[in-house]
């Protein structure tokens, strides 16, 4: 209830929080297609407005958006900004099927001259949906990225977007209706109120469509007004910033009023160009007269499963990189605030690279290491007088130059002949056994709670000539020739051999450990997980792993859901899903904590799903204001991970 009430009165809140520089983008590209990087060029985007609320839906490919965009230009460039093919698109979201599509517009967020502009398009087109586009409410959801163009529309490069569009005051005035627009009505069926000083009020506005189908409308301009008192109704939004359907405001701080006026203006786009309409209602005192109970839109959060002696069994953990121990100061520190979150896992980065923070006769230990200091023993021993559970984390295939030197005969070669600088060749037993003696190794030494695989794929395709013969013996024609079916197989026997040979060996050694793994979000046989080896759901049936850690780093936490309810559907056993959430976000090359809300906005998520865990990237962006959320609101009762 206290939730419901506090986001109503932020929804009535004149004035929208300010955000520094987030706004702004200073255009780096990333290289895409083969193409060297572009840089060149700064703008702040300022605002994105949608002209209609509701849209006419002809087909399921096209529909006339009038979407705008006002941006600055800082420093100039001869480039545009669009979202016109391929990856660079805005993500759209059907609330009522679920279904995340990629909406591409031609825009034109021309660089060359300083200053304020506005660029506007009025068609989107829809491509590889997650569902066919269908009639109800749909929203922009943030963007994915934005092509660089020249003009005469030779692209570029692809850019990131700023955290800009993640706004959730932006998502909030993005959502419009789609529906039959051949002809169409409006009404106001439903008012609700506590009819108390500064209570909750809420209007739904309902449009029937063509077909006679009702659906609502939730981004009217809309007020509401009694003698010389005026308030604004906004969209009422959930937990997850998803409309309700509802108009929500607050009543005057003093006396409530007798009678109560509202009035909508809806802008429509029918088959005939864009309409406006006017709906009116006139409300009583008392009409819709609900509790404040009555009128919470927010179910409450599952209860968490517990012990017999009444611990919380939820795994919180996080990934914490090698910078973050190599002194007895810092890994003090880092156990000392990973307690203070209520966390009681730490996923502890030993291996990548060359660096390597353990004792063993296999690999040498980093030379950055404190003298004296055996970071993993240490480590262990602290997080344990805890109650922190350590499970040591390897860059399986994630090695440079200098490891090549020391184990030379494992370079990855691409198909023009040229050396991977940052990966090696999984495909041979010479890496493998090297590999995988080295965790059982650890396991055996030390006294882990579990063994984490990360880069546990190919990374790239080989094209070495080893490749090449093991590649023909097996298949039958070269290696040139394979398809992405034929990759993925190949892939996954080498990487499956890793996963399935540590698995064995670490449990042999360390009976209780858990093996778990981070894999990519993306379950699509396409995706590059697939094409790289990675079989989270065939690994966890084959119990080669206990845990599957999606890195699930969206700042959209509809894209979140979407992701995780699929890991759900392909696991044997749900619970062996434990949720990889980010705490930063990115702005071009500048990357910060992400806000304490968001990161929250996802933990409720991970758990109204169902889900027994989350793990949390990384430490480095464990900010003093997320770490506060941890203590008073996420966190406050103390858990052991779930699996124990």
Known sequence: MKRFLGLIAGIAAAALPIFAQDGVLELKGLGAGGKKPY???????????????????????????????????????????????????????????????????????????????????????????????????????????????????????????????????????????????????????????TWTPAGPFRVKLVLTDADGDALPVVTPDATVRAGTWTARLRPEMDDLNSPTGWLVGLLPKTAVPDQVDIHLRVSAMTPNGPVKRDVSRTVKKGEGQKTALALATAAGLPAFPRTPAGIIRETR???????????????????????????????????????????????????????????????????????????????????????????????????????????????????????????????????????????????????CAECRKEFQQQFGKPLTEASAEDWMVWQRQAVGDIVRRTAAGVRKVRPSAKLSAAVFSDLRPGAAGALQGQDPGGWAAKGWLDLVIPMDYSMDSLSVRAIEQGFLAILDDDTKLVTGLSLYTRNGTEVSSRSPDLVGQQIRLVRRLGIHGYCLFELSHLDDALLESFKTEHNRERAIPYFR
């Open 317 to 463: 953990a996080i990934w914490v990189n090698p910078r973050a121990f190599q002194t007895k100061h810092d890994v003090d520190a880092l156990v000392e605030r990973t307690a203070a979150a209520g966390l009681n896992m730490i996923v502890a980065d030993i291996f990548v690279r060359s660096i390597f923070l353990a004792q063993s006769d296999l690999h040498p230990m980093s030379a950055k290491v404190e003298e004296g200091l055996d970071p993993l023993g240490r480590l262990i021993e602290k997080a344990h007088e805890k109650g922190i559970e350590v499970h040591p984390w390897f860059c399986v295939t994630y090695r440079d130059p200098k490891f090549r030197r020391f184990l030379p005969g494992v370079d990855l070669v691409d198909r023009k002949g040229v050396v991977a600088k940052l990966a090696v060749d999984v495909h041979r037993p010479k890496y493998r056994d090297f590999i995988v003696g080295l965790m059982v190794d650890v396991a055996t030494r030390y006294p882990v709670d579990g063994i984490h695989l990360d880069y546990i794929r190919a990374m790239e395709q080989c094209y």
């Open 39 to 193: 840089q060149g060029g700064k703008v702040e985007f300022l605002e994105v407005a949608l002209a209609d609320q509701v849209v006419h839906l002809a087909t399921p490919e096209t529909i006339p958006l009038r979407l705008s965009i006002r941006y600055k230009v800082l420093e100039t460039a001869p480039v545009l900004l669009n979202s016109r093919m391929g990856t660079e698109f805005w993500r759209l979201y059907q609330y009522g099927g679920g279904g995340m599509s990629e909406l591409h517009t031609r825009e034109r967020i021309d660089l060359s001259t300083l200053g304020e502009a506005t660029t506007a398009v009025q068609t989107a087109t829809i491509e590889r949906e997650a569902t066919r586009l269908a009639k109800g409410m749909a929203g922009i959801r943030g963007h994915h990225y934005f092509l660089v163009d020249q003009a005469d529309g030779q692209w570029l490069d692809v850019a990131r977007p700023p955290p800009f569009f993640n706004r959730p005051e932006l998502a909030r005035k993005l959502v419009f209706t789609l529906a039959n627009l051949t002809s169409f009505s409006l009404a106001i069926p439903t008012v609700e109120s």
